[in-house]
Every structure is written in C-alpha cells, then in structure tokens.
C-alpha cells in the first residue's frame, strides 16, 4: 500500500496531481486547507493538502490509465471543484459509494458520510452522473428541506439565546434592520442582557440607527411588561449567562412557556460538534425550537456541524456571514444551506433575506 501528500494551490490541481502519480482509481483518505509553504505561507497564502492512497495492484512501471478512465475522472473533477473552490473541509477515510455518484461528490465536498447518503437516496442512480454542479447544490438542498425554517412568519417573540460572544446581539441588529429595508417595518429590540452594560449599549445603538423601538428588561416582570405594550413582534437579545445565574436561568425558562414565544440558540459555524452537545444542553431549559448558526465566514468546515443539526432535527432559521449589518445575514432556506455546507459563500450572501 503507498500513500502520498499532495499539496497544490486548488482542488483541481491537487485532484490532477493524484491522477497523474495514481492513476483515476485513487482512493482520496484525507484534505484540509492549510498554509502555504515557504514565504507564501507567511504572508497568509494558503494551499490544499490531500493524502491520497494507491489502488491495489498500482506499481510505477505498470501502465496507469487508459484514455477512458482518465476522461470519467476528469469529468468527476470538473463537477466538484466548483463546489470547493478554495476551502476544502476533511475527506473522511473511506467513500462508500461509487465513483462519480451523487454520495462520492458530496463527501468529497466535505460533507459528512451519513447525509451525503441520505441526500443521494432520493436522487435515481441513473441521473446522479449527469448533474451539474448546480444539480449536485439543489439535490442536497431538497433533502435539507424539513431542516430548514425556511421564510416563515415572525413569532410574537423572537427570543435569541447561547453563550457571550456568539452573535446574539449583532443577529437581532441584522434582522431588525433588513425588515425595515424591506418592509418599513419596526420590530421592537428588547436588550434583557442586562448584565453587560456594552451589549445593552450596542443594541441601543443598532436601534437608533435602524430606527427601532427599543427596550431594556432585567426580569420576567420587565420582560412581560414589554410584550403587553408592543402591538408587533419582539426580538429579545438574552444574557449568555451560566445556567447557575437565577435570574438568566427563570427568564429563559418562562420564556420557553409562552406559546407565542420562538426561541432561537446561536451557534458559531466553527463550533465543534462535542462543544455543540453542551452548548444544546446547557440551554435546554429555554426549549429552543430553532437554531441560527452564526459566523460562517470564520469556518473552514461546517458540514460536521450542519450535519449534527440535522441529527437534532432542530430547524436552521438563520445562518450570518460576517460582521455588516443588515447584509451579512440570511434566512436558512434550503438552498442558502446547501450553500452554506459547501461553502459556496455567494450564494450563501445572496441567499433569501
């Protein structure tokens, strides 16, 4: 068995590079984006770094290829670079699918082995070489379709939750302010991240520049008070406070009661997964139904994460692209996820708002 490094500035290139030393039927175990070497790689230029293992029976003095399976390699190559222009999430070890099918692709997009299966099962074999890289995008998106909350309406209360420094407060901003853009509508932002005077401040601040009404509460009283005052809906910016804090832990926790109350938990988009699991559990007491994930321009490989949301069965409602208020946010409609898993960033920017 011979397994080798390639590092090569693209996918492509990486992807001709095995072709040429391994012939079409080289097994890809692993790739990552990872700094250049040499002076590039301290000037922050970064490359793609792909294992790749020999077929059986490969020798240097045996003759490789034959013209036809190099033109279906070359054929596979073309419809997945597109999807992976620069940055390229892990290859798990082993594709369990046959090349050039629908499964293979995804995962060597960086989706995880699981979904990429389950994406491939409502595609008929027989159509999934012919897709297009936009077909390969739109068929990941109808299997995300029961995991994505789509345009839906607003709640009465729209209440954000997760740890500090997740996005909570900028999210809210984005949305407040692209619903006045589009709609002329006000929604009312209620800061009960009384805790920290900044974030109070930083939400006051995006109100008055979007023109909102604005709103502090330090208790379920304050909390309550506002919603009985205000005719639309409220969005509510939450502290990120350990469970252990009394009053975070009774706001969140009535909160989750109300029936007109949809509870959204931010997540960073390079969470890890196990970090995940306790972020989930630590505000379970909130009940979210609703998951923005937040930051994706900071992560190199979301699909782990997506595809754990996905096991939650909790619905994506948002998913944020930097820092810019309004225009780094977009509603989680299953194309704008697709989009996002396969890091295909302009289409996550210009997705539904």
Known sequence: MQVKEFRQPTVREAFQAIREEFGPHALVLSSALVSARGWRGWVGQREVRVTAQAPDGWSPDVERRSAEPLRRSTDIIDDVSPLTPVAVPAVPPVI???????AARLVAAGIAPELAQAAAAGVPAKRQRALTADGVREALAAHLTPFSAGSEAFARVEVFIGPPGVGKTTTIAKIA??????????????????????????????????????????????????????????????????????????????LGRRADVR??????????????????????DAQPDRVVVSRLDEA??????FAWLVSTGLPVS???????????????????????????????AGGAR
Do not use: C, W
Not at 300 to 305: A, N, Q, Y
């Open 318 to 348: 948002y998913v944020t692209n930097g820092q810019r208020v309004p225009e780094d946010l977009a509603r989680a409609t299953p194309t704008v996820l697709a989009a996002a898993m396969l890091r295909d960033e302009i289409a996550v």
């Open 263 to 284: 509870t959204h938990l931010v997540v960073p988009a390079d969470t890890p997964v196990a970090s995940a699991k306790r972020i989930l559990a630590r505000f379970e």
């Open 300 to 305: 190199e490989t979301p699909s782990e994460l």
């Open 177 to 254: 302010a692209q619903e006045k853009a589009a709609r002329r509508r006000a929604l009312t932002v209620v800061a009960a991240d009384a805790f920290r005077a900044g974030a109070v401040e930083q939400l006051r601040t995006f109100a008055a520049i979007i023109g909102a009404p604005f709103r502090t509460a330090r208790s379920m009283a304050d909390i309550e008070q506002a919603i009985a005052a205000t005719r639309g809906t409220l969005l509510i910016d939450t502290a990120g406070r350990s469970p252990k804090d009394d009053d975070a832990h009774d706001i969140r926790r009535l």
């Open 96 to 102: 369990a699918a046959p090349s050039g099918s629908l």
